[in-house]
């Protein structure tokens, strides 16, 4: 089954640091960008970060400075590293695949997000 | 602007059709695509690149495009597509992923 499974939320404090994980399994996960998207509670979907297949990063302006994303193909992993929490940022954290479509062997981004994880909660809270 | 606007909430009783309105300044030049979300499950994709659908999603579920604004369309409303939809579109740069504040769909 093609799936992406996300760990590593939690609790911590305000200014603290918390890395979550993506695991992908099912497919190519070097053949597809990434992005994380966040819920906050009873919120709407917020994009958080986006990488390439190239690694090239484009982040939101709330995460920008304070989230970093990357990837480590051979383990078919996605990461989200980010420092001085708030409790803004309290949510939950997807990861989601981008879609590709083929056509006479050469494949392209859609734009959209066709895969997406369980999701991991992470609560900022003193 | 730089955002997506959605209609809060969309009440229609079932076997009728529900329409859902995404605007913004950008979705001229970029494709939108449309997500729906049950509670507590992760979104799933049902319109990509404005109007197509992914294998998988039902025929009663379409899309459109005209200029600024772009239109989920849902034939024959069934019980089992309550949930909350999303737009998801980009800036006129194509630097920004953006999402709509979501449309909460009731089938009375």
């Known amino acids: 089954d093609v799936q992406l499974v996300e760990s590593g939320g939690g609790l911590v404090k305000p200014g603290e640091s918390l890395r979550v994980s993506c695991t992908a399994s099912g497919f190519t996960f070097s053949s597809h960008g990434v992005n994380w998207v966040r819920q906050a509670p009873g919120k709407g979907l917020e994009w958080v970060s986006s990488i390439s297949t190239s690694s090239y990063t484009t982040y939101s302006n709330s995460s920008r400075g304070r989230f970093t994303i990357s990837r480590d193909n051979a383990q078919n992993s996605l990461f989200l590293q980010m420092n001085s929490l708030r409790a803004e940022d309290t949510a939950v954290y997807y990861c989601?695949?981008?879609?590709?479509?083929?056509?006479?062997?050469?494949?392209?981004?859609?734009?959209?997000?066709?895969?997406w994880g369980q999701g991991t909660v992470v609560t900022v809270s003193s | 602007s730089f955002g997506l606007t959605q209609p809060p909430s969309v009440s229609v009783s079932p076997g009728q059709t529900a329409t859902i309105t995404c605007s913004g300044d950008?979705?001229?030049?970029?494709?939108a695509y449309w997500y729906h979300q049950k509670p507590g499950q992760a979104p799933v994709l049902v319109i990509y690149?404005?109007?197509k659908r992914p294998s998988g999603i039902p025929e009663r579920f379409s899309g459109s495009n005209s200029g600024k604004t772009v239109t989920l369309t849902i034939s024959g409303v069934q019980a089992e597509d309550e949930g909350d939809y999303y737009c998801?579109?980009?800036?006129?740069?194509?630097?920004?992923?953006?999402f709509g504040g979501g449309t909460k769909l009731t089938v009375l």
């Open positions: 998801q579109s980009a800036d006129s740069s194509a630097t920004y992923v953006l």
């Open positions: 989601a695949r981008d879609s590709l479509e083929c056509s006479e062997g050469a494949c392209f981004s859609t734009g959209a997000f066709d895969i």
């Open positions: 950008a979705l001229p030049n970029q494709f």
């Open positions: 690149k404005d109007t």
